[in-house]
């Protein structure tokens, strides 16, 4: 599925911003810009393309990579569609910003702490995006350098979870803890998935991560 489909079933489901007809408003860190169009990474991890040519602009010294863009538009979210208005904030505001939290990740630029990395990260460059079966919710997945721990980042905005690698009886490992409610991540078919209760809960789209 391309990041333009995958913008629009996880904005519209909610995740990132009401798909109402009126005024929404979505954040990310810029990725690319050209005189007339605005593309955005958000928080989620979704792409969003928007275009410029008729936008309010509250810019300080114009529209560079890796600035932290608010985009409002009116009615419901499609790629490439006019933006009501844009308001940049440089990176290098952010760096010197009152927005980073204990562990000094900076959240308007789209950081946040990873433990089992112990370091501020990005999850949609470091991990990778499962979507839930039922549901619109989706979990990125970060390993540990070794491998060992796994890491969940949930949209919903629940507590991460931390999972240890287990050797399985019949060869492959799971990712899991000591609980009979335990969520097992494992890769099945080449597809990182995970199950609770006995039930797929989590596939990952595509096929970008090596086995661990």
């Known amino acids: 599925m391309n990041k333009s489909k995958w913008a629009a079933i996880a904005l519209c489901a909610g ?5 109402s007809p009126g005024i929404s408003e979505v ?3 810029i990725t690319d810009a050209t005189m007339n169009t ?4 958000s928080g989620e991890g979704d792409t969003l393309s928007f275009s410029t040519l008729d936008a309010k602009r509250e810019v300080t010294d114009g529209i560079l990579l890796d600035d932290t863009a608010t985009v409002y538009f009116q009615g419901k979210y499609s790629f490439g569609m006019s933006a009501q208005k844009i308001v940049v904030v440089p990176k290098e ?4 910003g009152g927005d980073r939290d204990e562990h000094g990740c900076i959240g308007s630029a789209g950081y946040q702490w990873s433990e089992v990395l112990q370091d501020c990260i990005r999850i949609f460059e470091k991990g990778t995006r499962l979507q839930a079966v039922e549901g619109d919710r989706s979990v990125f ?5 070794d491998s060992s ?3 969940l980042f949930f949209s919903s905005g ?3 979870e931390i999972l240890d ?3 399985l009886p019949a060869g492959g490992y799971a990712w899991n803890v000591e609980d009979d409610d335990t969520k097992n991540l494992r890769l099945v078919d080449g597809q990182w998935t995970i199950s609770q209760r006995g039930q797929t809960i989590y596939r990952q789209i595509g096929n970008d991560l090596p086995s661990r």
Not at 38 to 41: D, E, H, K, P, S
Not at 93 to 96: A, C, D, I, Q, S
Not at 141 to 145: E, N, Q
């Open 149 to 151: 721990k796994v890491e």
């Open 158 to 160: 629940d507590k991460n």
């Open 165 to 167: 690698r287990r050797s």
């Open 93 to 96: 505001r952010n760096k010197v």
């Open 15 to 19: 995740i990132a911003f009401s798909c």
């Open 27 to 29: 954040k990310g860190v």
């Open 141 to 145: 997945i970060v390993f540990s350098p």
């Open 38 to 41: 605005l593309t955005i990474v």
